[in-house]
């Protein structure tokens, strides 16, 4: 009995065996699946997939397999990747009939509530985006109307800014921006912006829910996110029941009802919420982040970027905000951000499941298996942008532009990213701002990139910005004039800058023009600016008033170095009491003086300063080069041309020409008078030996 059993039960797992190798050995006679490796059992690629550089990922498998598509097997899928503009093209136009979106298992577990209340995650995906996709939030009309409040809050948050870390404060911008839009108030969720950033994180960690791990603190985060926004959601709906009026997303959530006259629970409600501020936080932040890095690398792009929003700028009343408009005018702006997002995608691609068999390029891929589509099979990809690693954004300003499906930053088809219009708003809203305010230096530019998922600077991008009204402190007198044309400011910013161009019409001696244009109705300062004008105007009154107290000056320094050590001013100061002090100090005069030189334009001041540090030196040779170069930009500045007096005359040369022109443009100069009254004294000297 037992050995006919045993026998028995043998024969029927042989069976089993052989049903399944013939099974096998008979669909791959008829399919034919797609090139690459599975790579580790269970794991399979994917720690390739998420530590080493995406590009490098798949630009080495494309060279190893096939250009068009491999397979590979990432986040617990057997997936095949679908390369180049003609596999963007075949996924983008087959959504919901070959595929269908698939979210990772990671994202699938932070948003939870997908899994709970819907066991179809795909219908219920479906379901979050047709909210945000179908009330027409996302539609121009409404972002039309949300633009202003998006430009105020720029502004609002860029005031008075000098150092600052740019990605941290892009996702404090972006986060703001994107709560005010979807839940009309932002201060909970800013707080808890480093949730979002653990929430963004995780979305492509392994599972391993483990202490320390980025998928524990991920969900985690999405634990202190959901109870906050319950907390906005009770508060919401108090607001409904009272009849207060909202147009947000989330009051849409609240009161949109299913078929079944269900409506959402406030769980599922939060996450969704949180799936949408998540999407529209990280992405536009480190596009803005990035955007602020190249453009900081690249001072003609920044200038080019200044003419284009400074004409905007002059078609707009003072303090008008921008307009749906004045965005489409942004055109070579938002050509540098289109490129920023080429060298940087906010985002690689995405992943989606296999609705059916289906045959690409020769190959079969079988239902169930993921698709992953990414931008970086074609970005940088030579065969379809020219010198790839150069930032150009002049890419998109030929007739032609990129090949079609070679650049799609937000996806394409029917799944194309619903937040594209809100993320061009934001950024060239940014961009606006930041640009007719600031110019920036990058504080570390060489900073290291990492996060291959999430590119992020190491160090999050450190700036310090200089404000336009830099260009007067550094004695940039004509271009702190010619820069001045910024129109639409308030009026508090509009009487700072008309009291800078004067005082800078009044450092060029242009004083008449000064006393003639301010008249008795302007405010205050600029009053006392036309008094400025006035007492420099009558040439009685040019006394020069040199107190020699640099005890007093030293004081008045430290109080300027407690408010900002690194404000330009404070620089100057003191540079200007380390060379009243002498000795040591001159070192460290010239140093502040060469670090101006590196960091903008170079005027007769910075020359000037860095001279006068030389001669102090002994170095007059190297003093005579900057002064001759001073020279060159205004040949009357009488401060070059005492300098070059008493420069010249230390390295034995003659310095007369230079005494005859100082005499001409500036009689009253104080060489001229010490000159002339040592002549006098020499006369005299003379008349009485003779
Ligand atoms: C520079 C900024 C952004 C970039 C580069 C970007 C890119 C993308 C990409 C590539 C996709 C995937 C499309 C696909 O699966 O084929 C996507 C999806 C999505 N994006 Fe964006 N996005 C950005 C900003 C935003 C913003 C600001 C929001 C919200 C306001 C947003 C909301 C979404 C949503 C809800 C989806 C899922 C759509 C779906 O599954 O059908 N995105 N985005």
């Known amino acids: 009995m037992d050995a006919i059993d045993l026998s028995t039960i043998f024969l029927v797992v042989f069976s089993f065996i052989l049903t399944i190798i013939l099974y096998q050995n008979r669909s791959s006679k008829n399919t034919k699946l797609p090139p690459g490796s599975f790579g580790w059992p269970v794991i399979g690629e994917t720690i390739e997939f998420l530590f080493s550089n995406p590009e490098d990922f798949v630009r080495d ?49 932070i948003f939870r509530s997908y899994q709970s ?100 603190r991920a969900n985690k985060a999405a634990v202190a996110i959901r109870r906050e926004l319950i907390h906005v959601i009770k508060e919401k709906k108090d607001e409904i029941s009272k009849g207060v009026k909202t147009q947000d997303v989330l009051c849409h959530m609240i ?73 489409n005018k942004m055109k070579y702006s938002w050509n540098v951000i289109c490129e920023t997002m080429r060298l940087t995608p906010p985002l690689q691609g995405t992943f989606r499941q296999v609705l059916t068999d289906f045959t690409y390029a020769g190959y079969t891929i079988p239902k169930g298996w993921k698709v992953y589509w990414t ?83 190491q160090n999050g991008l450190p700036i310090r910005l200089h ?31 008309d009291t800078l161009v004067y005082r800078s019409y009044i450092a060029l001696s242009s004083y008449q023009l000064v006393i003639n244009e301010i008249d008795a109705s302007a405010p ?73 030189s590196e960091k903008y334009q170079m005027t007769s001041l910075i020359l000037n300063g860095k001279a006068v540090c030389c001669m102090h030196m002994g170095n007059f040779d190297e003093a005579e080069t900057l002064l001759l170069e001073a020279l060159n930009k205004d040949a009357k500045d009488p401060e070059t041309l005492a300098n070059l007096v008493v420069c010249s005359l230390h390295l034995g040369k003659p310095s007369t020409r230079y005494l005859n022109q100082l005499k001409l443009s500036n009689p009253e100069h104080t060489l001229v008078k010490r000159a002339a009254s040592a002549e006098e004294s020499f006369d005299r000297a003379v008349q009485t030996v003779a």
């Open 375 to 457: 931008t970086s099979s074609t970005n940088k990809n030579p065969l379809y942008f020219e010198e790839p690693q150069v930032f150009d954004p002049s890419r998109y300003e030929k007739c032609d532009g990129p090949i079609p499906y070679t650049y799609v930053p937000f996806g394409g088809g029917p799944r194309m990213c619903p937040g594209k219009e809100y993320a061009r708003l934001a950024i060239l809203t940014f961009l606006h701002n930041v640009v007719m305010k600031y110019k920036w230096e990058l504080l570390l530019p060489n900073e290291k990139i990492v996060g291959d998922m999430m590119p992020t600077p």
């Open 255 to 327: 009161v949109v009802k299913d078929n079944n006259g269900v409506s959402m629970g406030e769980n599922e409600i939060a996450d969704k919420i949180m799936g949408l501020l998540v999407a529209g936080y990280s992405t536009v932040a480190t596009t803005i982040t990035f955007l602020v890095k190249y453009v900081g690398e690249r001072f003609d792009i920044y200038g080019k970027i200044l003419n284009e929003q400074k004409e905007i700028a002059a078609t707009k009343k003072e303090g008008e905000l921008l307009e749906w408009e004045d965005m």
């Open 524 to 596: 205050t300062p600029l009053q006392a600016v036309k008094l400025l004008a006035l007492y420099l105007a009558s040439p009685n009154n040019k006394i020069l008033i040199k107190m020699h107290r640099s005890d007093y000056a030293e004081k008045q320094l430290r109080i300027m170095q407690q408010v900002d050590e690194d404000h330009t001013l404070t620089q100057l100061a003191s540079a200007w009491l380390n060379l009243a002090v002498g000795g040591s100090k001159i070192q460290e005069a010239y140093l502040i003086y060469q670090d101006f």
């Open 467 to 497: 404000h336009h009204q830099n260009n007067f402190y550094i004695g940039a007198y004509q271009a702190a004039i010619n820069n001045s044309d910024v129109p639409n400011l308030s009026q508090e910013d509009a009487v700072e800058r």
């Open 117 to 216: 209340k819907n066991p179809s995650l795909s219908h219920s995906q479906s379901q979050s985006t047709r909210v945000i996709r179908q009330p027409g939030f996302l539609k121009p009309e409404s972002l039309a109307r949300y633009l202003g409040e998006m430009d105020c809050i720029t502004k609002e948050l860029l005031r008075d800014k000098v150092e600052i870390k740019m990605y941290d404060f892009a996702k404090i911008l972006t986060l703001t921006l994107a709560s005010r839009f979807f839940l009309g108030s932002s201060e909970r969720m800013v707080k808890l912006v480093d949730c979002f950033d653990d929430v963004a994180l995780g979305l492509h960690a392994m599972i391993l829910n483990v202490p320390g791990t980025a998928f524990y």
């Open 61 to 109: 498998r494309m060279n190893k397999y096939s250009r068009d598509i491999f397979k590979t097997k990432i986040m617990g899928e057997k997936t095949v990747v679908i390369c180049g503009p003609n596999g963007h093209k075949f996924l983008f136009s087959n959504e919901e009939k070959l595929f269908t979106v698939f979210r990772t298992h990671s994202m699938q577990r």
